[in-house]
């Protein structure tokens, strides 16, 4: 899953880039609306985490821009500010924001909100996935199969929770570039491609993993 940070105070922007990259997420950023403009029209975030005060204007018309760009409203928004008014709160949430964090706030917290608005539309609701014998539980960020734990690189949990997600569709190769990748990827690479290899040797016999010729990847429904 990728993530879009618009945060402005460069300490938390390296906090939350180390702890989120560490939790398995893409994650890119922005220190000001221009920037987070720019980024949103060009890759596909699953999840934007907004600062409301940003040196050139304000993240309540940016949550607004990004509802009015995003049809399938698949972009989930998490408001996190200093801003703690109780009217703040309100229009966040009324400007279309998912949630709304205030600062200081702990980072576990962060993560279990991020974690919760990003399965919002998965069956169960809960921290773990299972599609036949495979296990996903992304608090703990770590992966089975039958019960052996996979022992995966950031990367390959990302790849495997992106199709998890989606069992029985096919997944093409830019869609898992802007969904697992951060914008620091070289879209001609192979690097897809090799993470999956990777994947798969890891997931071990009876691939659970199908290439659908020219059009990308699918992970069976029951494996
Ligand atoms: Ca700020």
């Not at 050139?56 to 972009?75: H, I, K, N, P």
């Not at 690189?153 to 069992?167: A, C, N, S």
């Not at 029985?168 to 192979?190: A, K, M, Q, R």
Request: charged fraction near 30%; include cysteine; glycine fraction near 8%.
């Amino acid at each position: 899953m990728r993530l879009l940070v618009v945060e402005d105070e460069e300490d938390l922007v390296d906090a939350l880039r180390v702890g989120l990259v560490r939790a398995g997420y893409a994650v890119d950023v922005a220190c000001d609306v221009a920037g987070a403009e720019e980024k949103l029209q060009v890759n596909s975030y699953d999840l934007v985490l907004l600062d409301l005060n940003l040196p050139d204007g304000d993240g309540f018309e940016l949550c607004r821009a990004v509802r009015r760009a995003d049809d399938g409203q698949t972009v989930r928004i998490i408001m996190v500010t200093a801003r703690d008014r109780l009217d703040d709160r309100v229009r966040g949430l009324d400007e279309g924001a998912d949630d709304y964090l205030v600062k200081p706030f702990a980072f576990p917290e962060l993560l279990a909100r991020v974690r919760a608005l990003l399965r919002r539309d998965a069956a169960g609701g809960t921290a773990v996935l299972e599609v036949g014998d495979l296990r996903l539980d992304t608090a703990r960020v770590e992966a089975f199969r039958a019960g052996r734990q996979l022992g995966l690189t950031p990367k390959e949990f990302g790849v495997l929770h992106y199709l998890m997600t989606r069992p029985g569709h096919v997944v093409s190769t830019e869609e898992l570039l802007e969904h697992v990748w951060d914008e620091h990827t070289d879209p001609f690479t192979n690097t897809v491609r090799v993470t999956v290899g990777n994947l798969r040797r890891k997931l071990g016999a009876e691939g659970v993993i199908e290439t659908v010729i020219s059009r990308g990847y699918r992970l069976k429904e029951r494996v």
